[in-house]
């Protein structure tokens, strides 16, 4: 499974970070969590189809996905999970009424 590669724990880190800071619906919360949950997304290093060049790349014959764990593989994943679980349509949403919306993510270790 991905999510257990340095990858998918540090995106979820940063995704679970904007959840708690900048949806503050329960439901809504609840809604794009599951959405990324096994039930909904199929973490299996046999999906290349969704994640290929995201978290990593096929290098085996057998077509299974071998997981990265560069900056640029934190930052697809990321991406893919916020558009997947549709956080970056709701923070989108927020940039037009609020300029300060705070959609970054602190780097690691506080230090930009």
Same mark, same amino acid.
């Given at each position: ?21 900048? =949806?503050?619906? @329960?439901?809504? /919360? %609840? ?8 039930? !909904? ?23 299974? =996905?071998?997981? @990265?764990?560069? /900056? %640029? ?8 999970? !916020? ?30």
């Amino acid at each position: 499974y991905l999510f257990r590669s340095s990858a998918a724990l540090q995106a979820l880190g940063a995704i679970g970070f904007l959840l708690h800071t900048k =949806v503050h619906e @329960a439901i809504e /919360r %609840q809604k794009m969590i599951e959405a990324m949950g096994e039930k !909904k997304l199929d973490w299996k290093r046999s999906n290349a189809k969704d994640w290929t060049g995201v978290i990593g790349q096929v290098k085996d014959e057998d077509g299974m =996905v071998s997981p @990265a764990s560069s /900056r %640029q593989a934190i930052d697809g994943t990321i991406n893919f999970l !916020k558009t997947r679980c549709g956080l970056e349509q709701y923070l989108g949403q927020d940039d037009d009424s609020n300029p300060e919306n705070g959609s970054e993510i602190p780097s690691a270790g506080g230090v930009e």
